[in-house]
């Protein structure tokens, strides 16, 4: 089992910055990649960015240039570094932690954070 816990949503204007943390705690050493999704009102989730467990990083084409996905090099912590925020940002961002099986891989996810740019 891992558990997640996100944090640093909130309401900022167009052109801000924010900074969302993932922090995991549970069984993390078998975790091999987190991922940031976002969901807004009435649309499917979107995977916003991920990080492998060494590192490799890949974004939506909608964030790149805009947002950086980070780990912490001490503490089980992901970071998402989201610059020059449009209204289109909006949404519940929560993280997702993938871990292989006998069968594939399970994913948990955390409870979310909201983040809202207004206009």
């Known amino acids: 089992q891992v558990q997640l816990v996100e944090s640093g949503g909130g309401l900022v204007q167009t052109g801000e910055s924010l900074r969302l943390s993932c922090t995991a705690s549970g069984n993390i050493v078998n975790i091999n990649e987190l991922d940031w999704y976002r969901q807004a009102p009435g649309k499917q989730r979107e995977l916003v960015a991920t990080?492998?467990?060494?590192?490799?990083?890949n974004y939506a084409d909608s964030v790149k240039g805009r947002f950086t996905i980070s780990k912490d090099s001490a503490k089980p912590v992901v970071y998402l570094q989201m610059n020059s925020l449009k209204p289109e940002d909006t949404g519940v961002y929560y993280c997702?932690?993938?871990?292989?099986?006998?069968?594939?891989?399970?994913?948990?996810r955390g409870q979310g954070t909201q983040v809202t740019v207004s206009s």
């Open positions: 990080i492998t467990r060494r590192g490799i990083t």
């Open positions: 997702a932690a993938w871990i292989p099986t006998p069968d594939g891989r399970s994913e948990y």
